[in-house]
């Protein structure tokens, strides 16, 4: 992109030299006043240099189209698309997502720092403008065994790159109230560089004074509207998150006003590949907005200006001269019907190869010594214990108490209650420890799925109806590299690989589709209950959203924020 | 001030430890949202730690008063108080202003970076908060001669500094548009270092769109709603000006909608003293407003909030946990009538004495050799000339003719018509050189008054009816070291003192503000048609605002942006 002050793009901006592209009679969306107005956008070395028209190599009619800025994802972790930054751009673009702000903290527990180089690599110098947060809590938790950490040195070093934004989400939310220094230190470095992301699901009251008091002026996870609206008082922009896991925005759309849209965004924060395919990315969640009543021209700045303003990038989030040529052709604002999407001015997106060696990311998932099925017995009697209950559309779980299932001395899934045996094996090749329990609602009656995508430490975690199966789909991760596995006994029924850290594949990004798709039907075989039970699967390890949890550690009481035993 | 990470704090935040002070029962503006919000307002270390209340120390009850966040002003010269920032301050807290983004291209045009270090050090420490921006115009135009200029590298440095938010206005909009090379680097410098401020008076179409995309990102020169709409739309904040010399609220008030309000802050840019003690300063724009319909809580978050936001302050603008104890008590909203001020906490503003030893900045005003009555002769007969037209309240001057008044050879004032001798004097002991012309508007029947604030070189500048009264003024001031004088033949009239580079005192500001009435009585006695003659006189020289003005090298067409001729 060219410079702003560069003479060439200041004389078509002036009018005294023509423009590279000229797209004519656009109904332009101006965020600034949250309105439509009529303009001639001329566009010069990828950014908008006038809306006055001007002559042009090529001019594109646009018919009174809608022009939108592209769209921005204010807080994502790419890794959850499954896709490398160049796979994940391939899928997002079409749906105008031109801009993202990535936590790369998945990647960062399985590799550290040289992983977060990695992403940051890939994503240079693509359409789609990667920006960045430092991943403040790798691990996430002292609850379970993640590969590797970053400590203050490590997040302060990443702040001071150019495209590092903000401290990622300080999930730690007991460790900055109760005044962990080394938490601290972490928020004090965010604060010196630049400011610190959120990440305080329920949080309200004293509590929250004292969260955001200490610095952090964001959140993206309320699940009312009067949490939402308590923290939008008490100082923090609201990223509203219509992900594939977690919905919040017909909860907590009722709380914008025109006052202070301003200081709402959204973002996706986890989204499967299919869903970004079939249903979008930052533009679902502006239709939805629409359909469920928000003006259309406030629901596309929250998508665009106000994230661009929250993080003062100055070069996106709206269509003024000087910004980047960031553009989206909407043929029915209603319905939000994506035409063309023009990334830096081009219309035809390039994605050249990546300079990374994913290979040197292959490699990352070790079973224990002598892991088998017996690996996964559990030894006991009948009597109560605790059962995590899954919650469709969230990743809030329940601490359930159910009487045990034995045979022959073990405690055994019990299908008929839907109460099913769930492992999480600590795969980084450092404990080798394994964590065992029972979860509610996945709905198989036959087999077991594994995945090596367990937020946030990514240790492999395996739930289903017997131990065979659950020894198979484990043992085929390991053997691909990781992923995620569908298995009957000793057969694998479906396998996605995802050999980048266990996370990621660099596979074409409709091809992976593809597998997906055949991944969910292999899980519906068993009789899953999810359309897609990989999600609520790889949310169970994480230990810092309520209540109860299970990590290679065991089970988690996150409210009590400790390890607790499967019998009450 | 305590750090919002340290533990004391966040304990005082949790409600675990006792507050210093809790403001009971206030009906706080919430700038988020617009509305007010009853809460008891807990301060620690001078910040907010809650709204929830705790127990403190002190506990004061406001009985239902309105409590707003400390008032801030986008864009000033504080020299234009002609007071230093600590004096300045004793008059501006008790208005409710906290904080100050101030632009010290006044003082740089006299004493260049050594000028501004003294600002900043006098700065320093004040419970009003200053922060700064880098002066990127100075000298502010080739036409006219300053004693002092500063470089790309200069401003780089500036730029570097914590204190400093932006490069400051961008008066050369010419340079910046046809691409000066050296304009285009302090651009450049500003935007990698953060963001630039603008001046473009009248700029419209594709000039506006050239400028705006070079980067700069703010305007505080509009005169007309169309203008600033225009501005706005092209992604501008604008910051509404209402000052001692210029008043553009009741203009453009009318462009303010809720959606776009976030954009939209207030600035003073040129504020006298007794304007400031009598009429006030960020409050008495959000006074206005309010009177001019605003919505009172719009009108506080414009003067607070939205200015934090445009420069990235994120402990000021409002009443929220972490946030600076910056408070306002307010009795009558619809009044704004002003209680009690807390900044930092305090109510009882302690400001110390000045690290800065202030005489290093005296003796800066020299006459030229052999300096005379004579000096002020314009030989000429009969025929056309260009005359200066001053405007009430406003900065723009109209570029007149009229037949020259004659005596004895010479081009001589002609009270009878309201056409008045002007010269302004180069006084840095450089050049000597004198610019001679006339303006009209002033009204003298008969002295003259000089100055040496004369914007912004800050030459000695002089205007009246007879050659020995300006004669007499201009000694005054070179023998004093500056300031602002009143003479009458071979009499001075009023003097006020103003040696700290020949624009600000160190004196008390009531006795300073009292001087100052003494003198508009003075002028009022030689038939002054304005109230106060010294702030259109202060402007003449200003060749950056269209569109007669007049420099040490003579008349200047700000258009044409040349020097011409008297004669026609």
């Given at each position: 992109m060219i410079e702003r002050t560069d003479p060439s793009f200041l004389s078509v901006a002036r009018g005294t030299a023509p423009a590279e592209l000229l797209l004519r009679n656009a109904q332009v969306v101006d965020v600034f006043n949250r309105e439509l107005s009529m303009a001639d956008v001329a566009v010069f070395g990828g950014r908008?240099?006038?809306?006055?028209g001007t002559d042009a190599a090529e001019v594109i009619d646009l018919n009174g189209a809608v022009l939108a800025p592209g769209f921005i994802d204010?807080?994502?972790?790419?890794?959850s698309t499954m896709l490398t930054p160049r796979g994940f751009a391939q899928l997002a673009l079409p749906r105008g997502t031109t801009a993202v702000v990535l936590d790369p903290h998945e990647i960062a527990n399985v590799m550290g720092v040289p992983g977060i180089n990695m992403i940051m690599d890939d994503a240079r110098?693509?359409?789609l403008r990667c920006w960045f947060t430092a991943s403040?809590?790798?691990?996430?938790?002292?609850l379970e065994t993640a590969a590797c950490s970053l400590s203050v040195e490590d997040l302060t070093s990443l702040l001071e790159r150019d495209e590092v934004v903000a401290l990622a989400e300080m999930m730690n939310v007991p460790g900055v109230i109760n005044c962990d220094p080394n938490v601290l230190a972490k928020v004090a470095a965010g604060l010196t560089a630049s400011q610190v992301d959120g990440h305080c699901p329920g949080l309200r009251g004293r509590d929250l004074d004292a969260y955001v008091a200490s610095g952090v002026n964001s959140d993206?996870?309320?699940?009312?509207a009067e949490e939402a609206a308590e923290k939008l008082a008490a100082g923090m922009t609201i990223y509203i998150r219509e992900g594939t896991a977690a919905r919040n925005l017909e909860a907590l759309l009722?709380?914008?006003?025109p006052n202070n849209a301003h200081r709402v965004c959204f973002c996706a924060d986890d989204r499967h590949p299919s869903d970004l395919h079939h249903h979008g990315h930052i533009d679902n969640i502006i239709r939805l907005a629409i359909l469920m009543g928000l003006d259309p021209a406030t629901a596309i700045a929250m998508g665009s200006l106000h994230t661009a303003q929250h993080f003062g990038l100055?070069?996106?989030?709206?269509?003024?001269?000087?910004?980047?040529?960031?553009l989206v052709e909407i043929h029915d604002l209603s319905q939000l019907t994506i035409g063309r999407v023009w990334a830096e001015g081009c219309c035809a997106h390039s994605i050249g190869p990546s300079?990374?060696?994913?290979?040197?990311?292959?490699?990352?998932v070790h079973l224990p010594d002598?892991?088998?099925?017996?690996?996964f017995e559990i030894p006991g009697g009948e009597g109560q214990i605790r059962v995590i209950g899954t919650l469709p559309g969230q990743l809030i779980t329940e601490s359930l108490i159910f009487a045990a299932h034995v045979c022959d001395g073990q405690r055994v899934s019990d299908p008929s209650r839907d109460l099913l045996k769930i492992a999480v094996i600590?795969?980084?090749?450092?404990?080798?420890t394994i964590g065992l329990g029972f979860a509610k609602?996945?709905?198989?009656n036959r087999g077991a799925i594994a995945s090596?995508?367990?937020?946030?430490?990514?240790n492999l975690a395996v739930v289903g109806c017997d131990d065979q199966s659950m020894t198979t789909a484990a043992r085929a991760l390991a053997e691909c590299g990781g992923g995620l596995c569908v298995a009957l006994g000793e057969q694998i029924l479906a396998l996605l690989e995802l050999p980048i850290a266990g996370?990621?594949?660099?596979?074409d990004p409709m091809s992976l589709i593809e597998t997906e798709h055949a991944l969910y039907a292999a899980a519906a075989s068993i009789g899953?209950?999810?359309?897609?039970?990989f999600m609520p699967l790889s949310f169970l390890?994480?230990?810092?959203?309520?209540?109860l949890k299970i990590s290679n550690l065991g089970l988690v009481d996150v409210d009590a924020f400790e390890v607790v035993t499967l019998d009450l």
């Open positions: 908008i240099a006038s809306l006055h204010a807080h994502m972790h790419v890794e110098g693509l359409p403040s809590c790798v691990p996430a938790s002292p993206h996870e309320s699940t009312t009722p709380i914008v006003t100055r070069d996106h989030g709206a269509i003024a001269p000087g910004r980047r040529a960031d300079p990374v060696d994913w290979n040197a990311a292959a490699g990352t002598q892991f088998g099925a017996h690996s600590e795969r980084h090749g450092q404990s080798g609602g996945f709905g198989f090596t995508v367990g937020h946030d430490a990514h996370l990621m594949s660099n596979e899953s209950s999810f359309d897609n039970p390890p994480l230990s810092v959203i309520p209540h």
